[in-house]
């Protein structure tokens, strides 16, 4: 999806519904991006200790090479997991109840494979305006996340169009919402629920991910929506 259509869409939204950080965006490069960072595999490092950066203007790119964490490598589709991964989150990290069940965790990751050498996170309005964004990434407060699973939901029959599942910080804002630009009819995910990765976030802010082309509808739907009514909006733009 075009950068400048998802930045408008993101400007619509973020008009009705605050966001606590600036949205962010992924896409696929060819080479890496002038002034970007990127983070060597010999010294551990978790991508989220940079989502200050990123949101103060920072572009981190990843490759095969360079992602800063094994389990990194796995969720952005750079490498498959190993049963060492199954090991360390249930003996290590205490996240499943026992070593079958962490090798259960990982061979449903499925990540895809990528689309590109270099995947680069950064500032959505950073990007340039032709160039393609995949997944977009928003930062928002528990009322904020209301307007945006009422709005997720607004136009389907069903009323399970967010997802909020057990999954590695990087896992629910790149592997899953990538995962659902294949699905007829796809979900938005909320994240920030891993333990490993929640020091790098106020207590009070979540991710809300989803593939650039879902929330280009989401914001076409706003017009005549319950954003519109006063009442309720309101309600998105207090603070917790």
Avoid at 177 to 206: H, I, N, S, T, Y
Wanted: proline share 6%; charged share 20%.
């Amino acid at each position: 999806m075009n950068s400048n259509s998802v930045r408008e869409a993101v400007d619509r939204i973020e008009k009705n519904i605050p966001f606590c950080l600036p949205a962010m965006a992924w896409r696929f490069a060819h080479s890496v991006p002038a002034g970007a960072t990127t983070v060597d595999d010999e010294k551990w490092v978790c991508m989220f200790s940079f989502v200050n950066g990123i949101a103060d203007g920072e572009t981190l790119c990843f490759s095969g090479g360079n992602t800063g964490c094994g389990g990194a490598a796995c969720y952005l589709g750079f490498k498959k997991p190993s049963d060492e991964a199954a090991k360390f989150l249930a003996e290590d990290e205490k996240l499943k109840q026992d070593v079958e069940l962490g090798k259960a965790f990982y061979d449903s990751v499925n990540a895809r494979d990528p689309a590109g050498p270099f995947l680069v996170w950064q500032r959505l309005d950073e990007i340039d305006s032709d160039l393609e964004v995949e997944t977009v990434n928003l930062w928002v407060s528990a009322h904020a996340l209301s307007g945006l699973v009422t709005l997720a939901n607004y136009d389907r029959p069903s009323n399970d169009n967010v997802l909020i599942p057990f999954a590695s910080g990087c896992q629910s804002i790149w592997t899953i919402p990538f995962q659902q630009q294949l699905e007829d009819a796809p979900k938005a995910v909320v994240g920030g629920m891993d333990p490993a990765m929640r020091w790098c976030l106020p207590p009070d802010v979540v991710s809300f991910a989803l593939p650039a082309g879902r929330l280009v509808e989401m914001a076409e739907l706003v017009p005549g929506s319950f954003l519109e009514e006063k009442s309720w909006g309101d309600l998105f733009q207090t603070k917790d």
